[in-house]
């Protein structure tokens, strides 16, 4: 399993605390990328810019990646173009949400 594998399954334990789906499946995760010292770079959004958690989850994301074992750095921005939608989650989230 390569870095970036690693990283999106360690993302893929991180929930929503609103939806009971990981941020992954979500779509709230919308770029990774490593670089060949293994430093992690990760855009991602939140449902909505006043999610309660707008604080604590980026950081989560960050600590989670971090701890994988070689993983350098990890830089993540909160980005809020494009705005999320429910258009961006995965068919298994929407089958999961019955949407």
Same mark, same amino acid.
């Given at each position: ?21 990981? #941020? ?9 990328? @490593?670089? /060949?010292?293994?430093?992690? &770079?990760?855009? *991602? ?22 701890? #994988? ?9 909160? @980005?809020? /173009?494009?705005?999320?939608? &429910?258009?961006? *989650? ?10």
């Amino acid at each position: 399993m390569n870095i970036k594998d690693k990283v999106i399954s360690e993302i893929k334990k991180i929930y929503d605390p609103e939806i009971p789906v990981n #941020i992954y499946e979500l779509g709230l995760i919308y770029d990774i990328n @490593v670089d /060949e010292k293994n430093n992690v &770079k990760i855009n *991602m959004t939140l449902t909505t810019p006043n999610c309660p958690v707008a604080e604590s989850l980026p950081k989560e994301v960050q600590d989670s990646v971090k701890a #994988i074992k070689g993983i350098n750095n990890v830089d993540l921005k909160l @980005v809020w /173009e494009p705005p999320w939608d &429910k258009s961006m *989650m995965s068919e298994a989230a929407k089958l999961e949400l019955n949407l």
